[in-house]
């Protein structure tokens, strides 16, 4: 079993940025798929990123450009760099650990979910 538990949520003015954390504890974190999803109000939850195990990177076409997902094996952590903030990327975050080798976009990979994070961008 793996628990997620994410932080560095909160208020940010359009145009700022914001730094999303995820520990992992409970399974070799180098083992492990990690990815970002986000629920809006009202909407259906989606993808922002993903990083493989071995390091490999995909974005939704939404964010690419503006966040960066990176991991740090030593620290058991995935982080989520976001820059230039829109208010329509307002949502809870939330983080994602897969056992799928070739870690993608499907929510059906990730077996694991922490709680979330909330993300406002003001604008």
């Known amino acids: 079993q793996v628990q997620l538990v994410e932080s560095g949520g909160g208020l940010v003015q359009a145009g700022g940025s914001l730094r999303l954390s995820c520990t992992a504890s409970?399974?070799?974190?180098?083992?492990?798929?990690m990815g970002w999803f986000r629920q809006a109000p009202g909407k259906e939850r989606e993808f922002v990123a993903t990083i493989r195990r071995y390091g490999t990177t995909f974005y939704a076409d939404s964010v690419k450009g503006r966040f960066t997902i990176s991991r740090d094996n030593a620290k058991n952590m995935v982080l989520l760099q976001m820059s230039s903030l829109k208010p329509e990327d307002t949502a809870v975050y939330y983080c994602a650990a897969s056992d799928v080798v070739m870690t993608g976009p499907q929510q059906g990979h990730y077996a694991y979910w922490g709680q979330g994070t909330q993300v406002t961008v003001s604008s």
């Open positions: 409970g399974r070799t974190f180098s083992t492990l798929g």
